[in-house]
Every structure is written in C-alpha cells, then in structure tokens.
C-alpha cells in the first residue's frame, strides 16, 4: 500500500511500513514538520519511489462525435479573438486534477473554425503540430508561409514561430491540436507573445514555401546545412504518410522487413536536418493494422495520445478496453500496457513525450513476455 499523498503528515502514515511507534512526541513532531513546511520521506516512499512508474494520469477515451459537437456549439456561442485567441477544447485527463492536460505532458484539443472566421497571430515557446481527421478549408500561416490542412495531413508550429489560422472555406473545420503546454507548465518554461492584429499573408497556396524547400523525398537543399531542433517541414501530406504505409504492408505480404510486427505497419514523422523527432519534445507517429490484428502489449516510459484516423477497432489501456472509431482519441498513461485491435483495417496517429525521456536516457520499452 502507498502513503497518502497528501500532507500534512498524521499517524495515519502509520499502515506503510517502516514506520515508528505511534506516541504524543510523534505527534509533535510531525506537527513540527508541518509548522516549517518539511514532509519526510518515510510517509512518502512508496508513492514517489514504486518499483516501476505508477502515474496519477489515467487510461481514457473521448469520443470524437461527442467533441465536434460540443465544438460546433462553442461556434455558435464563442467568439474567436485577441485574448482567448482559439476556440480550442482540452482533452482532461480525470488523473490529472481537473486541468486541461491530457496527460502530464501533453494537451490535446479540438480546435474549431466557423466559415471565413480567423485566429488570431501569436506565437509561444510550447511546441505545437495539427492533425487533420476530417475537412479542409483552413489555412495556417506559420511565420507568414501559408500551410493548407487537409485530412490526412499532420503540420508543425514548432515553438517561437509566429502562427494564426484563417478558415477560406464555407464550411466550418475542426482539427486535433497537439502542444507539450503541461511540460512547459509544470516547469515553469513558457512565454507568450501577442503578433500583429492581421495575418499578413491571406494567399490560399496548394503548397507551402517550407514544403517546396524541404518536402521532396530524400532530398535536402544545400544552402541549408544546420541542423534545427524542430523540422523545416511544415506539413507532412497525408498522400506520402499512406503510400508509406501501404508500402510497408505490401512488402510484408511479399516476405520482406520493414513492419513493426505482423499486420501492423508504423512510420515516424522526422526532423529531415537530424533524422530525429519532429520537435524536441513531441514525436509522431502513424500506425496502420490489418483487418483483425492485434498488437503486442506494450509498455513505454512517457505518455501518449492516440487518434483513429479510419477504420474500427479497440484500444485496451491495462484493465480498460474501448471500441474505437474514426476520429476517437486515447490518453495511454506512462507505463500503462496498451493493447490494439483492429476490427477492420485501422489507421491510428500517434503523439508522445518519448524525445523527452530519450534525451534524459531515462527511456524504457517493455513488450508483454519480455523481461525488460
Ligand atoms: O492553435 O495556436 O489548442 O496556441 C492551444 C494553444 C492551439 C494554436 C491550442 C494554441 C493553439
Ligand atoms: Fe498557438
């Protein structure tokens, strides 16, 4: 059993172990404690040094209808603007306090654009990146290179860059937003800066200026030699990310390497100046399962957020099973077993903290019949 979390400490510590004789002068003395502001470590052992990570932050599902509902509805009622600045809606991890973190790291939000609506131009040290489950229409315009979205599709807004969307379409669009906010949160590592009133550059290209220098497969310009801890790739497009995929699972069927395990193909998205992650504290990922495959489970130090792309399956976090479908979205805790089924073929995107724990070698896999 774990000691209470909460101070101050009383003699009710006294069902963990290793813990001293109940008498008045104990009293006192963690009356003591509490006066001066000090907790020792013997009431708190077993919550803050487990055996193996014990996350506050829950397994859960939200389903994607119920959000785009609910976003509809702020549509109608919430204006977007200087101060609020987005019409974004924060998955609440019900672990995590009632904040609106997904998991200890990751926020994760539908964001919703009426027809001809703007947001407005800001940037902030958090990283941020988009992912499309349906609709088009929105253009983001991140240090003034105008950036289509379209389903499929998965664009960054690393940290600094200046960014506002503008809805061109007579539809409305919402869309996943993935940022490392409780990271910089709880760190205490996040500035702001309000940019100018307008978006300067309202122009509607098919391509950005970032995808015509650095999206051509394999290829990298010259003149551009750094690397940069956040790609140059503004948005990777959804027709590349399935030829992969499709690829992959094609070479399978043939007798050849390249699948995560049977029936399951993966690709990262990747920083083409250092062949690492995305950004430098997100990694992504889509996942695709053959009709009735079933993944190893599987455990990771750090947290994740996943989203069906298309098809229907189940996602099972340790004892909780969900079925999901398009659109739905699954908070896996640290160290927490995740299981995947798919029922029919089943696309899933894929965000984590992993570069994090990577760069702090404090990274761990473990596969279920595996020791470590
Ligand atoms: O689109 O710039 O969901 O700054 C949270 C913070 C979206 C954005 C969010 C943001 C944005
Ligand atoms: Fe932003």
Do not use: K
Request: glycine fraction near 8%.
């Amino acid at each position: 059993m774990s000691a209470t979390t909460s101070s101050p400490v009383t003699l009710q510590t006294l069902d963990v172990p290793g813990q001293p004789t109940p008498t008045p002068e104990l009293e006192d003395l963690y009356r003591g404690f509490e006066r001066e502001l000090l907790i020792p470590l013997w009431t708190e052992i077993g919550d803050l040094m487990p055996a193996d990570p014990r996350p506050t932050a829950t397994g859960h599902r939200w389903r994607w209808a119920a959000l785009v509902e609910l976003a509809r509805r702020s549509g109608e009622l919430v204006p977007v603007g200087r101060g609020g600045e987005r019409r974004a809606i924060a998955l609440a991890n019900p672990g995590l306090g009632g904040r609106p973190f997904a998991t200890p790291t990751l926020w994760a939000a539908i964001q919703y654009l009426n027809p001809r609506e703007d947001a407005p131009v800001h940037r902030h040290t958090q990283h941020a990146f988009r992912f499309v489950v349906e609709g088009e229409g929105v253009w983001t315009v991140v240090d003034d290179d105008p950036v289509a979205m379209r389903r499929g599709d998965f664009l960054l807004t690393p940290g600094w860059c200046f960014h506002g969307h503008h809805n061109q379409a007579d539809t409305p669009m919402a869309w996943l937003d993935g940022l490392d906010i409780p990271f910089a949160h709880y760190t205490g590592s996040t500035f702001f800066e309000f940019g100018p009133d307008e978006i300067a550059d309202r122009s509607s290209p098919a391509r950005s200026r970032s995808e015509r220098l650095w999206s051509h497969p394999g290829l990298r310009p010259v003149a551009q030699p750094e690397p940069r801890p956040s790609s140059p790739i503004a948005a990777y497009r959804w027709e590349h990310t399935d030829a992969a995929l499709a690829d992959q699972l094609a070479l399978e069927e043939e007798g050849h390497p390249g699948v995560v395990e049977p029936g399951h193909a993966a690709v990262r998205f990747t920083n083409p100046t250092t062949g690492g992650d995305v950004m430098p504290t997100i990694r992504a990922e889509m996942h695709r399962l053959r009709p009735g495959a079933r993944t190893t489970t599987r455990r990771e130090v750090g947290s994740a957020v996943w989203q069906v792309f298309d098809g229907r399956g189940r996602v099972q976090v340790g004892e909780r099973e969900w079925p999901v479908e398009r659109g739905d979205l699954v908070a896996v805790p640290s160290w927490a077993p995740l299981t995947l089924t798919a029922d029919t073929g089943l696309d899933l995107f894929r965000f984590s903290d992993t570069p994090i724990f990577e760069r702090l070698h404090a990274d761990r896999v473990r596969l279920e019949g595996a020791s470590t």
